[in-house]
């Protein structure tokens, strides 16, 4: 008899990942799909339609859960971009600013909440995204605020992490998605 191996998949497992801007979503979620061959990444920020698209990005969640499609937005053509297809049978891990919502949360397996205190999120967003995130911070901040009093999606959360060292808690995040499977 093999050992359980928490990181193998061999279902389609739907992995929601939340937090306010720099909270360390984006870096919990590549180290996750690094850790799953064959998963598929949807990033939130690559859907949003502009600076105040949080509340549409969040609700083409639960479309891409469905349809295992999703439609890029163009931020330099302020326009919608190409479609992209994902594979419904494989894993797929969608994190941003609104990826747990009520509609959302239905449809997936796991949803973690990445939880940081304000000073080090703002220090970090503006740290990787600098002047072109600067003029805009307080208005996606204004965003985040008021989807997290309509949808509250730290109670949705199936777990809530701490932001400051995303990697060394992939693995707790990895068999709450894949618990009980098996190596081969």
């Given at each position: 008899m093999s050992a359980p191996d928490p990181l193998r998949t061999d279902?389609?497992?739907r992995v929601l990942i939340d937090g306010r801007s720099g909270s360390g979503k984006t870096e919990l979620a590549?180290?996750?799909v690094d850790r799953w061959p064959g998963s598929q990444l949807v990033r939130l920020d690559d859907l949003y339609p502009g600076w105040d698209g949080l509340d549409r990005g969040?609700?083409?969640v639960a479309s891409i859960l469905i349809t295992a499609r999703w439609r890029a937005w163009d931020w330099s053509a302020e326009a919608p971009g190409?479609?992209?297809q994902l594979d419904a049978s494989a894993p797929i891990v969608i994190e941003g600013v609104?990826?747990?919502s009520r509609s959302s949360r239905a449809l997936a397996d796991v949803a973690v909440w990445v939880d940081l205190d304000d000073a080090t999120?703002?220090?970090r967003a503006l740290q990787?995204?600098?002047d072109a995130y600067a003029p805009f911070w307080e208005r996606w901040a204004a965003q985040e605020e008021r989807f997290m009093a309509r949808e509250n999606p730290r109670t949705l959360a199936s777990m809530v992490v701490d932001g400051v060292?995303?990697?060394a808690i992939v693995d707790s995040v990895s068999r709450a998605a894949r618990p009980g499977t098996t190596q081969p």
């Open positions: 279902a389609a497992t590549r180290a996750l969040s609700v083409a190409a479609w992209h609104g990826a747990i999120r703002k220090s990787r995204d600098g060292d995303t990697a």
